[in-house]
């Protein structure tokens, strides 16, 4: 391999990284309550949104003994809108009124038109009646290049640990995002 191929090589393994750190960014933040996309999305907008970084093939599974039973596993887009159709159901009560994902722990690794990346997560979740919870999973993603774009072939999450929190852990938070107005 000559020097500029290789130097070529190398760009493309840090654009894809790039990419694949921005798609699941993106994902997270469409899963996170208020919605921060402007305008505001409702719930079925904010699903195809999250469709749209799928692969038509993709499966999203919760695994491990106490994720297997919660989340269970969606294979290609129907399966997958009817997960998220179940998660942000309008009759949810107490509602979900603050859910937000932090990221850490970042590993990517790209092979060619494929890549696997893998993160853990916190994310504190705020009910309407005031009941609170913090979570804690690891993810095990894949992806893959189809034509310019990188896309989610396998979100795989595990959880680590889900602890209450105090009734009303949160003494401000919006009702609704005007981040990106």
Request: aromatic share 12%.
């Amino acid at each position: 391999m000559s020097n500029i191929e290789n130097l070529v090589s190398r760009i493309e393994v840090l654009e894809a990284e790039a990419a694949i750190r921005r798609i699941q960014a993106r994902y997270m933040m469409l899963c996170d309550t208020p919605c921060p996309v402007f305008p505001a999305v409702t719930d079925q907008e904010r699903i195809e949104l999250v469709l749209e970084l799928y692969t038509d093939d993709a499966v999203w599974e919760g695994v491990g003994e106490y994720y297997d039973n919660q989340f269970g596993r969606a294979e290609g887009k129907d399966e997958i809108r009817a997960h998220f159709n179940r998660f942000w159901n309008a009759d949810q009560d107490p509602k979900r009124i603050l859910n937000a994902h932090y990221l850490t722990s970042e590993q990517i690794f790209v092979d060619g038109d494929t890549a696997e990346g893998t993160w853990i997560h916190m994310q504190p979740w705020l009910y309407a009646d005031g009941t609170a919870l913090l979570r804690s999973s690891r993810l095990f993603n894949a992806f893959r290049k189809e034509g310019d774009a990188w896309l989610i072939t396998r979100t795989r999450t595990e959880n680590v640990f889900v602890a209450d929190l105090p009734n009303n852990f949160a003494q401000s938070y919006p009702t609704t995002s005007v981040l990106f107005k």
